[in-house]
C-alpha cells in the first residue's frame, strides 16, 4: 500500500481525526487538519499539480518552503498524481511549491474535489533525497519499519520541528504518524521555551527534533 492508498484508507477508517497540527510559533499561527481534510486538499492539489502546472507522472517537485502546512499539502498531493518529490536537485525540478500560501490557494481551491488523474503505480518514484530514490511502495515500507522499530502505535500524538527537507523529517513529521494510525503536531520556527506546554496541551506522546521530559524520542 503506498502512501496515498494510506492516506485513503485512513479516511475511511476514521477521517475526522486531526491528523496534522500546525503552529509558527514566529506568526502565532495555528492551523488543524483533519484525515478527511486533508486527503481533500491533496487531491485538490494533485488536479492543480497536473491541470495548471501541467506535471505528468514522474515530474519531480521541490518543497519550497518545507515547514509550512502546506508543505504536507504538496506533498500528498505530488504523490497522489505520481510525481516524486526531489530534495536533492534545486535546477531539474518541474516546479518549487507551495511558494506563497495566497497564491497557492487561490490556485489549488477551485479544483475539482474528484481525482481526474490515474492511479499511482507501486514502483513510481516517490522521493529523491541524498542521491537515493525510493519508488511509492517502498517510502511506505520503510516508514512502518520505522513505525515499528520506535514502538509507534496507533493514536501516537507526535510533536516534530523537523521540516520535510530531511529523510528523518519526513518520517518523523508525516510518513510514520500515518502508516502508524496516528498524528502529528508540527511547530514551525519553534520558540523551546514554549514546547512542553504545547506537549502537554496537545497530548502529545513522543517528540522529533526537540526534548520534552519524559517523552521519548523517535528521531532517537
Known amino acids: 500500500m503506498n502512501i496515498p492508498e494510506r492516506l485513503a484508507a485512513e479516511a475511511r477508517r476514521d477521517g475526522a481525526r486531526p491528523f496534522l497540527t500546525w503552529y509558527d510559533d514566529a506568526t502565532g499561527e495555528r492551523i488543524e487538519l483533519s484525515v478527511a481534510t486533508l486527503v481533500n486538499w491533496a487531491v485538490k492539489t494533485a488536479n492543480s499539480l497536473s491541470s495548471e502546472y501541467a506535471l505528468e507522472p514522474g515530474d519531480a517537485v521541490r518543497l519550497s518552503p518545507s515547514a509550512h502546512w502546506l508543505s504536507f499539502v504538496v506533498a500528498l498531493g505530488a504523490w497522489t498524481m505520481g510525481a516524486r518529490l526531489d530534495l536533492d536537485d534545486r535546477d531539474h525540478v518541474a516546479v518549487s511549491l507551495p511558494g506563497d500560501p495566497a497564491e497557492f490557494t487561490a490556485a489549488v481551491l477551485p479544483q475539482p474535489d474528484a481525482l481526474m488523474t490515474g492511479p499511482v503505480s507501486p514502483v513510481a518514484a516517490a522521493l529523491r533525497l541524498s542521491g537515493r530514490t525510493w519508488a511509492a511502495d517502498a517510502l511506505a515500507a520503510a516508514a512502518q ?44 520556527n519553534p520558540d523551546p521555551d514554549r514546547l512542553a506546554d504545547r506537549a502537554r496541551m496537545e497530548r502529545v506522546t513522543l517528540t522529533a527534533g526537540c526534548a520534552v521530559p519524559d517523552l521519548p524520542r523517535l528521531d532517537a
Open 145 to 188: 519499519r520505522a513505525a515499528a522499530m520506535h514502538d509507534v502505535r496507533p493514536c501516537a500524538r507526535i510533536l516534530s520541528t523537523v521540516a520535510l527537507d530531511s529523510l528523518v523529517g519526513m518520517d518523523a513529521s508525516l510518513l510514520v504518524p500515518l502508516v502508524a494510525a496516528g498524528s502529528v503536531v508540527f511547530v514551525a
